[in-house]
């Protein structure tokens, strides 16, 4: 069978396969291990390719279904993991040279979950310097590059993610999103990413960046490959303090329920101010197709909405600096520059910052929550420009010339900030063939309720269905 098809396949329509045992797991890692050795040398997507592992759980999983032992939601599909998991018995680095030999014990709590569903870890996933920065550039690894175009960035923090779901060599990836390193990779590379609520996945076993806005989440090519692998994921873990007790709901329950009735509420302010032409039109555009569902797009402010940039820059800096002491300053030379400059910039930062900081951060959330109050989800573009070229150090963001690094975030942080359950999505695409992406915020813990907005719209459309001429 030709990887021009069975590659890009949906996980759910795999895992719907490999249940009735019309597609054999070893076939398809068999599959994909191809692909990954041909396509992987020029996105340096995977750092680590677990090929025997693969191998190994694929020949298992056959093994069961003839057996005919009960199998799990994901049993016998193949995914990848950003290299900030822990993943027992092979090494994991974050992206750095400070890890570049660990190798844990243990699994991740999320991996561990996806073991017991059934998935196959097919190996790890390139990664920013210990996540800190959101354009896949990496000098210790080797950039990963976007399969739309490899002169450009694929987002980060994870990169590695955006990059092998967009180009079929898995069928789905763990990311983690601190300040938008799930929905940036996803809107740059043209697929989709859920950081749900705070504490409604565990972080045990992700090597942090700051631990109050770190969030776990999955990227995936369809809305419903999305709720898959959110809901094998999702619940409390005695071991994670910020964990919830939350019932998990079934999220593919209310997928197809359209949105006739919703409201989508638009944020002009900030998240509209300064866009590419084309981005702005895509998103206004799918605003439009809301509206023709039958979901009532109603106009919201947020008015401390800027805020959210300095509040988002103090608690990563101050915190990132805390959890590096073990090896910063001692090992600063084993650091990139950037991130070295971070942490020296975070060591600065005072507690009446910090708590500033804090105080700041609460009344953001509850303006956000004001704003939901009025309508269910929250539309806005997920970054205000197409992806960059590697060697473009500042962007155009409207009628300004911005540093790359820093526009790339602005409109991703706020939903860290409030710790907003957020799904990133493909909306168009510009002119010269680049992916855009629209972000939609919801209510804490109505994960649901922004994977059905997801989902009426993406069933509308096609964009989910383009692939990268990689």
Not at 88 to 99: C, E, K, Q, V, W
Not at 198 to 227: E, F, I, K, N, Q
Not at 313 to 323: G, K, N, P
Not at 432 to 437: A, K, R, S, T
Request: proline content about 7%.
């Amino acid at each position: 069978m030709p990887d021009t098809d069975l590659c890009w396949w949906s996980a759910t329509e795999l895992a719907q396969a490999v249940r009735r045992r019309h597609v054999s797991p070893v076939e398809v890692v068999d599959l994909l291990l191809r692909r990954i050795e041909r396509l992987n040398p020029r996105l340096n997507a995977f750092l680590l390719v677990t090929a025997d592992l693969a191998r190994e759980q694929a020949r298992e999983a056959e093994r069961a279904l003839a057996a005919g032992d009960e199998v799990g939601p994901l049993h016998g599909v193949p995914l990848a993991y950003k290299d900030l998991y822990a993943t027992a018995g092979i090494r994991t680095t974050a992206g750095s040279l400070i890890l570049r030999d660990w190798v844990p014990s243990e699994d991740a709590a999320a991996i561990a979950r996806l073991r017991a569903a059934g998935a196959i870890c097919l190996g790890k996933l390139n990664t920013v310097e210990f996540a800190y920065g959101a354009t896949g550039a990496n000098p210790h690894y080797g950039n990963c590059h976007n399969p739309w175009d490899t002169a450009r960035m694929p987002g980060g923090s994870s990169s590695g993610a955006g990059a092998a779901v967009s180009t079929g060599l898995c069928y789905g990836a763990l990311g983690s999103d601190t300040g938008g390193s799930i929905r940036i990779p996803a809107a740059f590379c043209g697929i989709v990413g859920i950081k749900p609520t705070y504490g409604r996945v565990s972080r045990v076993g992700v090597v942090t960046l700051a631990w109050s806005m770190d969030h776990v989440g999955p990227l995936a090519r369809t809305v419903a490959d999305a709720a898959l692998l959110l809901q094998a994921i999702a619940g409390h873990d005695p071991r994670d303090p910020a964990s919830s007790r939350r019932a998990v709901p079934e999220y593919r329950a209310a997928l197809d329920q359209g949105v006739r009735g919703l409201r989508v509420g638009v944020v002009r302010r900030h998240f509209f101010d300064r866009l590419d032409p084309a981005v702005a039109a895509a998103c206004q555009h799918a605003l439009e197709t809301f509206r023709g569902l039958g979901a009532t797009v109603v106009e919201v402010d947020i008015p401390h909405l800027r805020e959210a940039g300095p509040i988002s820059t103090a608690m990563i800096f101050a915190e990132a600096s805390s959890y590096h002491e073990r090896w910063f300053p001692a090992r600063a030379a084993e650091y990139s520059a950037e991130v070295r400059e971070r942490l020296l910039l975070g060591r600065t930062i005072s507690a009446l910052d910090y708590l500033r900081a804090q105080r700041a951060r609460r009344l953001l959330i509850e303006e956000f929550r004001a704003a939901l109050s009025q309508a269910d989800v929250l539309a806005a573009p997920t970054v205000a420009f197409p992806p960059p070229r590697f060697d473009e150090p500042t962007v155009d963001v409207g009628s300004r010339r911005e540093d790359t690094a820093l526009a790339v975030v602005q409109l991703t942080r706020p939903h860290n900030v409030a710790g907003l359950p957020t799904l990133a999505l493909p909306v168009g695409f510009t002119p010269g063939g680049l992916p855009v992406g629209m972000q939609l915020a919801g209510r804490p813990w109505e994960e649901a309720t922004v994977l059905r907005v997801g989902q009426a719209y993406e069933q509308a459309t096609d964009w989910h269905r383009r692939r990268p001429p990689v």
